[in-house]
């Protein structure tokens, strides 16, 4: 924390809660590991993606982004989604930022010049936002705006986590090309492996035009409550699915991540003993540890 928290504006709308569709038993697509790029301890750049809303994509951004910074890494949090959450979940209000990622990706102005620092340093949105994917589909390169943009501070953070829309819209894509992995979280309550599917295939084609090296990293499971036989079979049909790729790590359901938002701060600073803190700790130190068996094993193919 370097600077003091302002109260937050309160959201002045519910977060967005999709028709999750129906739930396919088996996904027809596999979902692909990335290859290490070769500077295996390079910056690691991970949009947390899912195009259904209300899966908890901006609160764990915040949160996983907190708890990497307190195991002693560098952290760029990029707020891409115009309801601009993120930005409000650290105590700002998007209505009257006046330049935000949008200049960025729009005008091109440095990412630096809207980088707030915060607990973590954030890459702010603000309500423009919302006008980017009309104004990028005109350019030349509209789909490697982010990516040229993050080249500037690529080298100052140590992950670079970027929190998407609830679409596989342009500004998505962006987060696609920009990064070297994907990470999805699922929420158990309203599973959609459809939804999953769909997300695979638009990974795919990027991965064919735009970024080689791009693909899911991990699948998040959200909102779980061990007491409900429906969030178990949530999980049971995800790691059927999915295999390894969905994580140990269960962020169960509690008010506590709703609550923290209100406050400006994250779960870990609001309530930093508590168990839905411990939960992100927890995600944070296997996502670190599922890399590393991953670099891992690729010096040992090259070797
Ligand atoms: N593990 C959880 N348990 C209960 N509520 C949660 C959890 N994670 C997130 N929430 C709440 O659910 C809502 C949607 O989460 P959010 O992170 O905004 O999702 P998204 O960014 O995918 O739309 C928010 O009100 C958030 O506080
Ligand atoms: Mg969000």
């Known amino acids: 924390m370097r600077e003091p928290v302002r109260e937050p504006e309160p959201p002045t709308r519910e977060p967005e809660r999709a028709d999750p569709g129906p739930?396919?038993?088996?996904?027809?697509v596999?979902?692909?590991?990335?290859?290490?790029?070769?500077?295996?301890?390079a910056t690691q750049v991970i949009a947390l993606a899912n195009q259904k809303g209300g899966v908890a994509k901006t609160t764990t951004t915040l949160n996983l982004g907190v708890a990497f910074s307190e195991m002693g890494h560098r952290v760029l949090l990029v707020d891409l989604d115009p309801q601009g959450n993120l930005t409000m979940s650290q105590g700002l209000n998007p209505d009257v930022i006046e330049?935000?990622?949008?200049?960025?990706?729009?005008?091109?102005?440095?990412?630096?010049?809207v980088i707030e620092h915060r607990e973590?340093?954030?890459a702010v949105a603000s309500i423009d936002l919302a006008g980017a994917e009309l104004a990028l589909s005109a350019l030349i390169g509209r789909e490697r705006?982010?990516?040229?943009?993050?080249?500037?501070?690529r080298s100052t953070y140590d992950f670079v986590l970027i929190d998407t829309p609830p679409s596989l819209g342009l500004l998505t894509i962006n987060a696609f090309v920009a990064a070297t992995g994907v990470i999805v979280p699922v929420q158990c309550e309203y599973l959609s492996l459809r939804g999953l599917v769909q997300l695979e295939n638009t990974l795919a084609m990027v991965?064919?035009?735009?970024?080689?090296?791009?693909?899911?990293?991990?699948?998040?499971?959200t909102m779980f409550d061990g007491r409900t036989l429906h969030s178990r079979e949530a999980i049971e049909i995800l790691e059927e699915s999915f295999g390894d790729l969905v994580y140990r790590t269960r962020i169960r359901k509690t008010v506590r991540y709703a609550e923290a938002p209100v406050k400006g701060c994250s779960v870990l600073k609001y309530d930093p003993t508590g168990a839905a803190a411990e939960a992100y700790r927890e995600l944070a130190r296997e996502i670190v540890a599922a890399k590393e068996a991953r670099d891992g094993a690729q010096a040992r193919k090259h070797a």
């Open 120 to 122: 973590v340093d954030l």
């Open 145 to 153: 705006s982010l990516e040229k943009a993050l080249a500037e501070v």
């Open 207 to 221: 991965r064919e035009n735009l970024n080689p090296d791009v693909g899911v990293e991990g699948i998040v499971p």
């Open 30 to 41: 596999q979902p692909v590991r990335p290859s290490t790029p070769a500077g295996a301890t």
């Open 99 to 113: 330049r935000s990622m949008f200049d960025v990706l729009v005008h091109k102005i440095p990412i630096s010049e």
């Open 23 to 28: 739930v396919v038993p088996v996904p027809a």
